[in-house]
């Protein structure tokens, strides 16, 4: 159960205060970068992985969802939104998003293929087997 916001904490409330800044300038996505980086670097890896893994899943959306953020799956036939989720071979987290079901991978593989233009030309995105 989710408590109002009246009823947190002040040090929580100042938590989200500087989260919300963060996401605003973009902070939190150096941070998060800074740390997958030296996580590497302790594994003996180079700061960019060479390849990712990505997976995409439909997730049942509510009867109130709106209907333009949802969709039908063609593959399983149900109503709901896509997820992705794209991890380097440590398994940690490079790409996190959701779309509306009906898109498929188009939203994943556009932020593969995104993140493919800030890669060094040496990696190499290829589907796995």
């Known amino acids: 159960m989710a408590l109002p ?9 100042r938590a989200y205060y500087y989260l919300g800044k963060w996401c605003d300038d973009g902070a939190d996505q150096v941070i998060h970068d800074l740390l997958r980086w030296q996580v590497r670097e302790r594994r003996g890896r180079c700061e960019d992985p060479s390849a990712i893994v990505m997976d995409t899943q439909t997730v049942h959306a509510s009867v109130n969802a709106a209907k333009a953020t949802t969709g039908l799956d063609p593959g399983k036939k149900s109503r709901g939104r896509k997820r992705g989720i794209t991890t380097d071979i440590l398994s940690l987290l490079i790409e996190l998003g959701a779309a509306c079901a009906v ?7 556009q932020a593969v293929y995104l993140y493919s233009l800030i890669t060094p030309p040496s990696t190499r995105v290829r589907k796995s087997r």
Not at 5 to 13: E, G, S, T, Y
Not at 103 to 109: D, H, M, P
């Open 5 to 13: 916001d009246a009823r947190l904490p002040a040090v929580h409330r």
């Open 103 to 109: 898109r498929k991978l188009v939203a994943a593989g």
